[in-house]
């Protein structure tokens, strides 16, 4: 699978992992993402190396980042989005979805899921679209798992 690489209003808009920032990803995710504060170092490494990723950079700073969790064949997981606040509307994150809904093995998936506070519009231009059978839809939250030690049940 290639790498994109777009220069983009001056950023770099990328999903070539080597040129991401893990550590600016964790800094956000655990300090700024409603569903993740405290979120350990190891635990976002671990995912975004089984993630597909993409992200913006600029001035070698992670400024925004999505990942796909994903088999690449039939379905995926839209998580982790975020601009970070002084590059928001500024369309980043919209090109961002654009080149991950242009990628032609996401172009082939049967199902791709997402969960949102208020982004419903950005989704929906990219067909994204409310459960059409919600009562299907089954999960397991564990909403304190980053605050209690790892050894602990």
């Given at each position: 699978?290639?790498?994109?690489?777009?220069?983009?209003?001056?950023?770099?808009?990328?999903?070539?992992?080597?040129?991401?920032?893990?550590?600016?990803?964790?800094?956000?995710?655990?300090?700024?993402?409603?569903?993740?504060?405290?979120?350990?170092?190891?635990?976002?490494?671990?995912?975004f190396e089984n993630?597909?990723?993409?992200?913006?950079?600029?001035?070698?700073?992670?400024?925004?980042?999505?990942?796909?969790?994903?088999?690449?064949?039939?379905?995926?997981?839209?998580?982790?989005?975020?601009?970070?606040?002084?590059?928001?509307?500024?369309?980043?994150?919209?090109?961002?979805?654009?080149?991950?809904?242009?990628?032609?093995?996401?172009?082939?998936?049967?199902?791709?899921?997402?969960?949102?506070?208020?982004?419903?519009?950005?989704?929906?231009?990219?067909?994204?679209?409310?459960?059409?059978?919600?009562?299907?839809?089954?999960?397991?939250?564990?909403?304190?798992?980053?605050?209690?030690?790892?050894?602990?049940?």
């Amino acid at each position: 699978m290639e790498h994109v690489n777009l220069s983009y209003k001056g950023f770099t808009i990328t999903t070539d992992k080597s040129l991401m920032k893990v550590n600016d990803i964790h800094y956000w995710l655990s300090t700024e993402a409603y569903w993740c504060k405290e979120i350990p170092f190891e635990t976002v490494s671990r995912a975004f190396e089984n993630s597909f990723c993409i992200g913006a950079i600029s001035d070698e700073r992670q400024i925004a980042y999505a990942r796909l969790i994903t088999d690449y064949a039939t379905f995926a997981y839209l998580a982790d989005v975020f601009v970070t606040e002084p590059y928001r509307g500024s369309g980043i994150s919209k090109k961002m979805m654009e080149i991950l809904m242009d990628q032609d093995w996401v172009k082939s998936l049967r199902c791709i899921r997402l969960a949102t506070i208020g982004t419903h519009w950005l989704y929906r231009k990219f067909g994204f679209t409310d459960c059409a059978h919600p009562e299907r839809i089954m999960e397991i939250v564990r909403s304190d798992v980053y605050k209690k030690p790892i050894d602990q049940p």
